[in-house]
DNA sequence: AGCGTTCTTGACCGACGGGTCAAGATCGGG
DNA sequence: CCCGATCTTGACCCGTCGGTCAAGAACGCT
């Protein structure tokens, strides 16, 4: 049983901001730094928005982010996993499994762009460029989930006959693709002030049926 | 008509980098510049690529490039707006003009994936993060155009009875959407290293042509 | 009140990288 | 050879921003 003796002083910052135990005022102040970092990368993105504007917005000292957390692409990495989370929920939500394939399919890529588009700082979090390892990671890990989904989804409608015998892994990429695409230009204005989120959902739900038909 | 007398000496830089005439041994060194910054954006990405990086990649010494480009941007500019070009003029020369609506623009889309995978290095830099206005603009400025096209071509086909008459820019988008999606995965390695790029070609026109039937 | 813990502050540090510029090399023409 | 123009060098400058940390405030428990 070995202890390790740490003068007083030097302890106070030795524990590292993943593995404290926050009280509820903590975990709370952490919440708001989280949510003035997304509203900000949305806004500007993630390497115009400096540490000092997230403490602004949320109207603490600089310093006390590191309280927190660790450095500025933990951040990142935490908003990144929790977004992504209630992605997936919303996906498992909007695909109803008493259907077949291609509905599902389509479910899920329609209930993807409305989250997106209801969202638009998670998305924008998606834009990130890849310079920092961390990050790079991170963006890494979620994407190719959702795609071995629907894989196995365009697996099954081809063995029930209702998708062409095409390279399953292209037409996952197409739907993701579309996802993203349409998702994108609706967040960047590119579709007109008039089109609503219902109606692009079910405008992707239509662009998939066909493209998989 | 007014005469400004600049003392010689501090005339000597007074040429904006753009506006100067530069020897045949000046373009080629200026083309080398251009080259090693490409490969280095492709490869790291564009705020990962310091000046130093270039300029060392190319055998010259940092202070060099400001003879040739004002600013790291500049540059950029310069390479989207090149490749930009080339990619337009790939696309013109895929499209058969005495054929429908529906082949060209497919045509148009598999040979936009081709020039992307052959250009990994051109794709790259449609991955910029946006932070600097300059290179905002400069990556705005040709997503539209092609757009438009498409736009124009699916209007046409929906005249003829060929595309279903849905909103056109919205398939529009879909199509561009393809595009890029099939471009990035290919460039990402996440489609195979069996496939081939004219095998990738066709099957984003078969993807294209179902999704606009 | 005292004490330990959590939280908070903001001046400071140092690495980084875009950009500067004086000095000098090279080239081409007369 | 001389001269003017083009090109080249690399030490230096300076602003930026992520991260540090000593000092102190606030809180909760005994």
Not at 3 to 16: L, R, T, Y
Not at 51 to 76: E, H, M, N, R
Request: glycine content about 6%; overall charge negative; charged content about 25%.
């Amino acid at each position: 049983m070995t202890e390790v003796s740490v003068p007083s002083d030097q302890a106070k910052n030795a524990v590292a901001p993943d593995a404290r135990q926050h009280t509820e005022h903590g975990r709370e102040r952490k919440q708001q730094l989280l949510d003035a970092a997304a509203e900000l990368f949305a806004d500007r993105g993630y390497a115009a928005t400096r540490i000092a504007d997230i403490c602004q917005s949320a109207g603490v000292a600089k310093g006390l982010f590191y309280w927190y957390f660790p450095t500025k692409s933990a951040l990142f990495a935490e908003l990144v996993r929790t977004m992504r989370l209630r992605l997936r929920r919303t996906q498992a939500q909007a695909m109803d499994p008493l259907t077949d394939a291609v509905t599902r399919i389509s479910q899920g890529a329609a209930a993807s762009v409305q989250f997106m588009a209801e969202n638009a700082a998670y998305f924008a979090l998606l834009d990130v460029e890849r310079s920092d390892p961390t990050i790079a990671d991170v963006l890494k890990e979620g994407a190719s989930v959702y795609l071995e989904d629907v894989c196995r989804l365009v697996e099954e409608g081809q063995r029930a006959g209702l998708i062409p015998d095409d390279k399953s892994d292209l037409l996952a990429v197409g739907v993701l693709g579309a996802v993203s695409s349409f998702s994108n230009s609706y967040r960047n204005g590119r579709l007109g002030t008039d089109l609503t989120v219902d109606e692009l959902a079910a405008f992707v739900q239509r662009w998939v049926r066909n493209a998989l038909a």
